[in-house]
Structure formats: C-alpha cells, structure tokens
C-alpha cells in the first residue's frame, strides 16, 4: 500500500520534525509511506472573501498536482466525517481489498482547501470539530494511520 501525504507550508518546528521522522520510520514495516510539502502563498492578516479565494485556489492548483486518477483521495477537514480508529482502519483495509492502494491525505493550508480539491475529494475526514494547526494536523493523522495498521495487523499497541 502506498500512502502520500500531502501538506501545504514547509515544516520549520523542530519537535513536530522529529515526531514526523518517528512515525515515518514506524510505518516503514506497513506501508510506503512519503510526505509532499506544497507551498504556500504568502496570506497577510487582513484578507477579502475573494483575497483568500485565490490563495486556496493557487495552493490548491498545487495539491491537484499531486493527485493522480489512480489514488483515493482523503482530505482532512473541520466539517468532514467523523470516524474511531477502527472505522479508519477498516475504510484502509477495504480500499486495499478493493484494490485502491494508493491513498492520498491531505491536509490544507492556514485558509483551509479551495473548493476544486475539496471535489476531487473522495472522502473528507474530520478528528473533531476543533481546529488545529495544520502543521500538527501532520503528526497526529501519522499517527492514527500507523495505529490503523497495527489495528488491522491485530498487533498490540497502547489503547
Ligand atoms: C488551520 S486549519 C484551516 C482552518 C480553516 N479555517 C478551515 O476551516 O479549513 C489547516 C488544515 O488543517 C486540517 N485540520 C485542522 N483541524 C482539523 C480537524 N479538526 N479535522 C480535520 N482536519 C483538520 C485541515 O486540512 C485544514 O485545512
């Protein structure tokens, strides 16, 4: 299975780093797992309806880019599903049964995800009605994706 995923910004804080390099290292016995870094568009504070349009729009144009036919596509967000652990790792066993290896997560920018991304979306998934920053977003979705794969290899991980 090979799983992308795909973040808007560069990383800078150094204890999210490591976290990221823990979890990448942990999924290596799972799954082929890479992250892409878009870039973002410089946003200053005050910004229009239509200002902020184009900024998710240029970031998305990006993200799009990295999306191929082949891959289900999973975009995180606010207002997305809501599902446990298991049900996620059930919905990453059944695309492999169904033969969709290739699972792309991703996760927008401080604006959010412009409206073309959200419909190339084949799922919006959502891990609670608060919003987080989107640079941690990263490490806690590893995180639950490494706990599904333990889940669905039914090998012991701390609850
Ligand atoms: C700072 S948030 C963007 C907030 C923006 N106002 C919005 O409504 O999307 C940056 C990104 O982190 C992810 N994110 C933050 N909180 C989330 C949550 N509770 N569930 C799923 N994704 C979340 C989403 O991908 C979001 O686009």
């Known amino acids: 299975m090979h799983i992308k995923i795909i973040a808007v910004g560069k990383l800078k804080e150094k204890y999210l780093k490591q976290g990221i390099e823990e979890y990448m290292k942990r999924l290596k016995g799972y799954a082929k797992v890479d992250l892409t870094e878009v870039a973002d568009e410089h946003a200053p504070e005050h910004l229009s309806e239509a200002e902020m349009a184009?900024?998710?729009?240029?970031?998305?144009?990006?993200?799009?880019?990295?999306?191929?036919?082949?891959?289900?596509?999973?975009?995180?967000?606010?207002?997305?599903?809501?599902?446990?652990?298991?049900?996620?790792?059930?919905?990453i066993d059944e695309l492999a049964t169904y033969g969709k290896s290739k699972i792309a997560f991703v996760i927008g920018g401080s604006l959010g995800l412009s409206e073309a991304v959200q419909k190339r979306s084949n799922m919006a998934l959502s891990f609670s009605k608060m919003t987080f920053p989107h640079q941690l977003m990263r490490l806690i979705l590893l995180e639950q994706v490494y706990r599904a794969f333990k889940i669905n290899r039914g090998e012991p991980y701390h609850k």
């Open 54 to 91: 184009e900024v998710k729009r240029k970031e998305g144009e990006r993200i799009l880019h990295h999306l191929p036919q082949d891959t289900y596509v999973i975009t995180l967000e606010i207002n997305g599903k809501m599902l446990s652990s298991e049900k996620l790792a059930a919905t």
